[in-house]
């Protein structure tokens, strides 16, 4: 069975850094992965996609790496802003990536 | 853009109710979703569907029920609602084949009380 985990579970940094959050998943037979942001009492708001053939995918300020064969993911967070503070959640698609396995998330403060 | 609605983005009921969470979806997708989101337990899958009238047991079905008499829409049954069951009820969707990025709605606060 598919775990997730993200580490950490809560981070908080200063505006303008640099960060990178991580996510780690135990079979690597996957078919996509998919970073998330929620704000709270919110849904979730899909950030990066990125196939299991890929290496990394980029939006903006964002980008998202895959290393299936070590078994993980990070979200790289160019120059943070206040607005970015919110919980990123990475999921994972199985064989046909129709069903996704999810962290638990970490929340992020971005501090003014 | 890929919208996804849900019916309530707040819901109080009474224990034993029948409860009806709807959600419908606007770009065709085929695949429909059901999660909860329960703090320190994450977001778990309850129901899914593939195909108008198909679906799928997730990892906690017990207790819910779904149906999914039309291609955009995909309603969850909560048969007789427990106070267990208060949670963040969240829906999603995405196209059969190709990336199959899933998109979501905005959630449904339950309170069960």
């Known amino acids: 069975k598919q775990e997730v985990t993200q580490i950490p579970a809560a981070l908080s940094v200063p505006e303008g850094e640099n960060l990178v959050l991580n996510c780690s998943f135990t079979?690597?037979?996957?078919?996509?992965l998919q970073w998330f942001r929620q704000d709270p009492g919110k849904g979730l708001t899909s950030l990066l996609l990125?196939?299991?053939?890929?290496r990394e995918q980029t939006s903006g300020r964002l980008n998202a790496s895959l290393d299936k064969s070590s078994g993980r993911s990070t979200l790289y967070i160019a120059a943070s802003q206040p607005g970015d503070s919110a919980t990123y959640l990475c999921?994972?698609?199985?064989?046909?990536?129709?069903?996704?396995?999810f962290g638990e998330g970490t929340q992020l403060t971005v501090n003014p | 853009d890929v919208k996804v609605t849900q019916s309530s983005r707040y819901l109080v009921k009474r224990t034993g109710e029948k409860v009806f969470l709807e959600c419908v979806q606007d770009?065709?997708?085929?695949?429909m979703f059901w999660y909860r989101q329960d703090p320190g337990l994450g977001l778990r899958l309850i129901y899914f569907?593939?195909?108008?009238?198909?679906?799928e047991k997730g990892d906690i079905p017990e207790g819910y029920s779904v149906s999914r008499e039309k291609k955009e829409r995909f309603s969850l049954i909560l048969e007789s609602a427990s106070t267990n069951q208060t949670s963040m009820y969240l829906c999603?969707?995405?196209?059969?084949?190709?990336?199959?990025?899933?998109?979501f709605g905005p959630g449904t606060r339950l309170t069960v009380l």
């Open positions: 999921a994972v698609g199985g064989d046909s990536g129709s069903r996704l396995t």
């Open positions: 999603a969707s995405s196209k059969l084949a190709g990336a199959n990025e899933q998109f």
């Open positions: 079979d690597s037979a996957i078919y996509n």
């Open positions: 569907s593939y195909d108008v009238k198909m679906k």
């Open positions: 990125i196939q299991s053939s890929q």
């Open positions: 770009m065709d997708h085929e695949n």
